[in-house]
């Protein structure tokens, strides 16, 4: 990445990758386009990832899964490619038109075979434009004996041996996500996190203290908080986390600022996170999220109030059960 360019919440050394990328980082699932996503223009969706990069977002985050994403960021950014690092998924459906989705198609195809793998990832790199992924994580929410048995990891690890991927991970969460953090041949774990969902928190600890990079998704509960609860984070009943932001009280903790500021800055606090992804397809929402990563953790008083106040309104790590689904891409 180019030395002296401003960095998004500043830079950090991502666990033990030897990689170093803006503590924000940038969800692409918003580019997917119709039926998952806003209809953008192929220009409006270019001239915004441009805007990412230059708000100095150097961690950008995709999948096969998100329709036009890696398309669209191939065409935005393939020229820039020394000023961000590159993560997307594996294991999804290849070769699905990525400009007509079925608005029938409610849940992607996940397929745990080397050979789906490596030909994904091929795919990625002609979409994307490059010649190498930085990350690649395995979507979906498998087992760990999936991924053995079908040559999931075999195929992993012949593409970092080859030059194309840089370092495997996987997408995932609890229960499962306890049968990774050992593993040795993935280097980072991405996982749902916010105030308003810390099931995973000890986890993450966990993953770091193996040595793990962790990335968290989910970081501003879909904007929830912000939208009059119109929406709700991947994992939530309808209503679930509206209870919970209620009965603690958050908002009487909030001196000034929005929620949505809180919300980052909540997972900013959280020192075994290396990048918290954020998601959206508005330029003003995207100055304001850097705007309030560059603020740094919440106050050590605030943040151990909030986490007091979560836990006795039953949000606490390893509380909750993650539902499947959820309401339509936040418009």
């Not at 080397?114 to 930085?134: M, P, W, Y």
Request: charged share 25%; glycine share 10%; net charge neutral.
């Amino acid at each position: 990445m180019t030395a002296g360019a401003k960095v998004a919440g500043g830079p950090r050394a991502i666990g033990r990758t030897g990689l170093t990328a803006s503590r924000m980082g940038y969800g692409a699932m918003e580019l997917a386009g119709p039926p998952k996503a806003r209809d953008l223009t192929e220009a409006e969706a270019i001239r915004f990832i441009n805007q990412v990069v230059d708000a100095g977002v150097t961690y950008i985050d995709t999948s096969i899964d998100y329709g036009r994403s890696e398309v669209l960021i191939g065409k935005a950014i393939a020229h820039r490619r020394d000023e961000y690092l590159l993560a997307s998924k594996c294991a999804c459906e290849v070769g699905v038109d990525p400009y007509h989705i079925k608005a029938d198609d409610k849940h992607e195809k996940h397929i745990y075979t080397g050979a789906n793998v490596i030909a994904g990832v091929e795919q990625s790199l002609k979409r994307l434009r490059t010649d190498h992924l930085d990350v690649v994580q395995v979507h979906g929410n498998p087992t760990r004996q999936e991924l053995e048995d079908g040559g999931v990891i075999d195929a992993l690890q012949k593409l970092v041996k080859d030059g194309k991927v840089r370092h495997a991970g996987i997408s995932t969460r609890l229960p499962l996500l306890a049968e990774f953090i050992d593993v040795d041949y993935f280097t980072l774990v991405q996982v749902p996190y916010s105030a308003l969902q810390r099931t995973n928190e000890d986890a993450i600890a966990a993953l770091r203290a193996a040595g793990k990079a962790v990335v968290t998704r989910g970081v501003t509960g879909r904007g929830a908080p912000a939208k009059g609860w119109a929406t709700r984070p991947i994992g939530t009943a309808d209503g679930e986390v509206r209870d919970v932001w209620e009965r603690a009280k958050l908002d009487d903790l909030l001196d000034g600022m929005s929620r949505i500021e809180f919300m980052i800055r909540f997972v900013l606090s959280n020192e075994n996170v290396d990048i918290a992804l954020v998601a959206t397809t508005n330029p003003d929402n995207l100055r304001a999220d850097v705007g309030y990563a560059a603020k740094g953790p919440l106050p050590q008083a605030t943040i151990e109030e909030a986490k007091k106040r979560l836990l006795a309104a039953g949000c606490g790590p390893g509380l909750g059960k993650y539902k499947g689904g959820g309401p339509s891409a936040v418009l």
